[in-house]
């Protein structure tokens, strides 16, 4: 690689799932405070980072053909390739696009700036380590944040589901100090977010020991952070049913700034494709585990992951799954086709399904996820709800929000971002609910 000239402005490009936003977000501030500017819209920036995500198939692909936008016409822009694409294929990608200069894992990102200066000088560098030092403790204070924010509170998974490459990416299991993250969650509050969603692959098996040096849960951080006079709202995600404790089921029923919303992902309605994903729980242990939450907190909206075309799975078991959407009445689902990822044991397991089979069963599980979804949105019809205000809308005077059920509502008024209003849920759509602005809560 040839030297360039420092870097003046960086542009980060996340893709997958929140965690890698949040890293996306943890990236620019390094870049900032290394002196870096965020390119401008629609500006080319001096140095790129693709902020990878290797959980479903052509993640690879993808990487290569940004790529090849970013050097189209002679371009030569600083390329970065992080996030899980870099763990997983960080070699071949050094190897085949000369245009790239730093691959770096998701572990190992707060080495970003020392990999710039190394790139000037036209040396290429891979950092897919992941070391004993943690990017967090190094990682420079949060800056200006929307009045929603994330904070990764957990990192890693030890669960090894046989579709999964997270284990493989993102490493182990991993809980952050509680100090550390009630100190960035204070600074999050003073940087205008009112709203914190806590994250990790298992966030539900964060441990760690309060101020008292008590050993605590989730639940014990929760109630911490409730304690955040400009905090209104926290959430977690995405839990694992088996790391669900009475305590943190309690704690739905307890503290009123903890959202009426659980993202559990079960994946299948079939025992026998649940226990060939190594996912150790049961439909039905799965089903008890919600009525719990629904005895402490009725109005508690659920959403889920599933995966239809897992090997070897039948019409039959498959059935078990649209059975298992009926039962629970979802208000909000993600839902994917199985794709093999490479080093993961369901990989090389006997009995694909083909795309077409797949296609067909995506469609069906859509077609009932949506329908519950509207369902869940029409039954909220009529309702007065506080709506933190998080975008403007299209039209003049339009905002955009969510309810306490992360639903996303539009209105008018005279509101700013970050505004906590009171709404008359008035129609609800399948996406979206058409409000009507009551009061302004809070400012
Ligand atoms: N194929 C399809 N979907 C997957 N997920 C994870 N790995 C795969 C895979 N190999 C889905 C799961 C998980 C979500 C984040 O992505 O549903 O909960
Ligand atoms: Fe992947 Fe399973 Fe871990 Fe979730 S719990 S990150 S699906 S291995």
């Given at each position: ?79 970065a390739v992080a996030?899980?694409v870099a763990q997983?294929e960080g070699e071949e990608i050094m ?5 790239v200069g730093m691959v770096v894992g998701?572990?190992a ?6 990999m ?8 290429r560098a891979t950092d897919t ?315």
């Amino acid at each position: 690689m040839r030297q360039s000239a420092p870097p003046k402005t960086y542009r980060v490009k996340s893709f997958g799932c929140q965690m890698n936003v949040y890293d996306g977000e943890r990236m620019g501030e390094l870049l900032t405070d290394k002196g870096m500017a965020p390119a401008k819209d629609g500006e080319d920036a001096d140095l790129v980072v693709l902020n990878t995500c290797h959980i479903r198939e052509k993640a690879a692909e993808k990487v290569y053909s940004d790529i090849g936008r970013l050097t189209k016409n002679g371009k030569k822009p600083m390329i970065a390739v992080a996030g899980c694409v870099a763990q997983a294929e960080g070699e071949e990608i050094m190897k085949r696009s000369p245009a790239v200069g730093m691959v770096v894992g998701p572990q190992a990102y707060h080495r970003l700036p020392d990999m710039i200066d190394k790139a000037v000088h036209g040396e290429r560098a891979t950092d897919t380590d992941m070391p004993l030092e943690t990017k967090f403790d190094v990682l420079p204070q949060r800056r200006k944040v929307g009045p929603s924010a994330f904070l990764t509170i957990q990192e890693g998974c030890d669960k090894f589901c046989t579709y999964c490459v997270v284990p493989y990416t993102r490493g182990a299991e991993i809980s952050r100090p509680f100090s550390a993250l009630v100190t960035e969650a204070e600074r999050l509050v003073q940087s205008g977010a009112r709203e914190i969603t806590l994250l990790g692959q298992n966030v539900n098996a964060w441990t760690g020991e309060n101020a008292k040096g008590q050993a605590i849960g989730l639940e014990g951080l929760i109630k911490a952070l409730a304690d955040l006079p400009d905090l209104a709202r926290i959430r977690y995600t995405t839990s694992h049913p088996n790391d669900m404790s009475p305590a943190l089921i309690a704690a739905h029923g307890e503290i009123e700034k903890l959202m009426p919303y659980l993202h559990l992902p079960v994946q299948s309605g079939s025992d026998r494709v649940l226990k060939a994903m190594n996912r150790s729980h049961t439909a039905d242990s799965y089903l008890k585990l919600l009525d719990q939450f629904r005895a402490v907190r009725p109005d508690i909206a659920l959403s889920g992951d599933f995966i239809v075309g897992f090997p070897g799975e039948t019409e039959e078991e498959f059935r078990e799954t649209l059975q298992l959407v009926d039962a629970v009445g979802y208000s909000l689902a993600y839902s994917f086709k199985y794709s093999p990822r490479p080093g993961t044991p369901a990989a090389t397991m006997d009995g694909q399904v083909s795309r077409e089979v797949m296609d067909e069963r995506l469609q069906r599980l859509q077609a009932a996820l949506n329908r519950d979804q509207y369902a869940f949105n029409k039954q909220t019809e009529g309702r007065v709800c506080d709506v933190l205000v998080e975008r403007k809308g299209k039209f003049e005077n339009q905002w955009l929000g969510k309810s306490p059920w992360l639903q996303s509502v539009w209105f008018e008024g005279d509101v700013q971002l970050g505004d906590m209003v009171t709404v008359d849920m008035v129609e609800a759509g399948a996406n979206s609910v058409r409000g009507r602005m009551v009061e302004k809560v809070s400012a």
